[in-house]
């Protein structure tokens, strides 16, 4: 990926962050619930003829695929110089000046096929910290007010993760007092950690040995069960939140080309997903199996696209299309 892409990503995001971020914080993926839904209200149904006011550009903040997680005033975000290098950032929102950047490591499996190699994940805010996952399975926990390094892991090196060929896309979730992500492989596939510590609280290893796909883990209560959901690289699975036991595992969500990337969406105690060029489902979140399916629509799937809600209908994704509430 060249700079020239992420310069753009800067410049168009600093019009829309500037206009909400005091009034309605974006700590993490897709939102404060993760669903891609904003509270900020009184935005204009129409842009000037003219375009938005340009109120600020960066051209310094490296490469990568992160989106912005933004609190306070400031923007956070990962990137890389070469391979060599990725980091966690913090820019102030009202002029792009850079006032800290934080080490990860190096960025992942720079050999993929076809070659994207880059910073991917998008950093989690929790109070006075950050946790942010490096596409070589770096995870760190970072101060915001300097960008000091509270602890470290690697997915890879201590719990013997495995991501797809696109190295860890994953943006952490935090839920009460653990950190849940996805190392992937067989010896813990899925684990909670310790916010403070970064000392494992439970792992989930499953005997397929999924790969980490390049998904977010979401939280789902349902059936009188608390429960995180993650696709993986073999499909859709839940994990109970208090020990991380393996609850279910829905197989028909996997991508014909290799990439699971699309985060689930909850809503009405079901489950959407889908993935590039197999389709979207609908499942029961209490009982989420094969056999569960509200509908299967066989043929939609966006490749990067998460799903989305509005009132009466839920987006399939990049295909544009939209889906009724299943029954």
């Given at each position: 990926?060249?700079?020239?892409?992420?310069?753009?990503?800067?410049?168009?995001?600093?019009?829309?962050?500037?206009?909400?971020?005091?009034?309605?914080?974006?700590?993490?993926?897709?939102?404060?619930?993760?669903?891609?839904?904003?509270?900020?209200?009184?935005?204009?149904?129409?842009?000037?003829?003219?375009?938005?006011?340009?109120?600020?550009?960066?051209?310094?903040?490296?490469?990568?695929?992160?989106?912005?997680?933004?609190m306070s005033e400031?923007?956070?975000?990962?990137?890389?110089?070469?391979?060599?290098?990725?980091?966690?950032?913090?820019?102030?929102?009202?002029?792009?000046?850079?006032?800290?950047?934080?080490?990860?490591?190096?960025?992942?499996?720079?050999?993929?096929?076809?070659?994207?190699?880059?910073?991917?994940?998008?950093?989690?805010?929790?109070?006075?910290?950050?946790?942010?996952?490096?596409?070589?399975?770096?995870?760190?926990?970072?101060?915001?007010?300097?960008?000091?390094?509270?602890?470290?892991?690697?997915?890879?090196?201590?719990?013997?993760?495995?991501?797809?060929?696109?190295?860890?896309?994953?943006?952490?979730?935090?839920?009460?007092?653990?950190?849940?992500?996805?190392?992937?492989?067989?010896?813990?596939?899925?684990?909670?950690?310790?916010?403070?510590?970064?000392?494992?609280?439970?792992?989930?290893?499953?005997?397929?040995?999924?790969?980490?796909?390049?998904?977010?883990?979401?939280?789902?209560?349902?059936?009188?069960?608390?429960?995180?959901?993650?696709?993986?690289?073999?499909?859709?699975?839940?994990?109970?939140?208090?020990?991380?036991?393996?609850?279910?595992?829905?197989?028909?969500?996997?991508?014909?080309?290799?990439?699971n990337i699309p985060?689930?969406?909850?809503?009405?105690?079901?489950?959407?997903?889908?993935?590039?060029?197999?389709?979207?489902?609908?499942?029961?979140?209490?009982?989420?199996?094969?056999?569960?399916?509200?509908?299967?629509?066989?043929?939609?799937?966006?490749?990067?696209?998460?799903?989305?809600?509005?009132?009466?209908?839920?987006?399939?994704?990049?295909?544009?299309?939209?889906?009724?509430?299943?029954?």
């Amino acid at each position: 990926m060249n700079l020239s892409f992420r310069n753009r990503i800067i410049t168009v995001c600093a019009f829309a962050i500037l206009l909400s971020a005091a009034a309605n914080e974006w700590p993490q993926w897709r939102g404060p619930h993760r669903d891609g839904i904003s509270q900020e209200t009184g935005l204009l149904k129409e842009w000037p003829k003219e375009g938005p006011k340009l109120i600020w550009k960066v051209t310094d903040v490296g490469s990568g695929y992160s989106t912005p997680a933004v609190m306070s005033e400031r923007l956070y975000l990962l990137g890389n110089q070469g391979l060599e290098s990725e980091f966690v950032e913090a820019l102030d929102s009202k002029d792009g000046k850079r006032l800290w950047s934080a080490s990860l490591g190096k960025v992942g499996n720079p050999k993929q096929n076809p070659n994207f190699p880059a910073a991917r994940s998008t950093p989690t805010l929790d109070g006075d910290v950050l946790y942010a996952l490096g596409s070589d399975g770096d995870l760190a926990c970072v101060e915001l007010a300097q960008g000091k390094v509270g602890w470290r892991k690697n997915l890879r090196t201590d719990f013997g993760g495995k991501p797809g060929e696109w190295a860890y896309s994953e943006s952490p979730l935090v839920d009460g007092e653990n950190l849940v992500c996805t190392p992937g492989g067989s010896e813990a596939t899925i684990v909670a950690l310790n916010l403070k510590t970064g000392e494992r609280v439970w792992k989930c290893s499953l005997p397929e040995g999924d790969e980490a796909a390049y998904s977010s883990a979401i939280i789902v209560r349902a059936g009188g069960v608390k429960q995180y959901v993650q696709l993986l690289q073999k499909g859709l699975v839940g994990v109970d939140a208090k020990t991380g036991k393996f609850l279910w595992r829905y197989g028909k969500p996997v991508s014909k080309y290799g990439a699971n990337i699309p985060t689930p969406l909850a809503s009405d105690g079901s489950i959407y997903v889908g993935s590039a060029g197999t389709g979207e489902s609908a499942v029961s979140g209490a009982a989420a199996t094969s056999k569960s399916c509200g509908w299967d629509s066989g043929v939609l799937g966006g490749c990067v696209s998460s799903p989305s809600e509005s009132s009466k209908t839920r987006s399939a994704g990049a295909s544009g299309a939209n889906v009724p509430p299943a029954e």
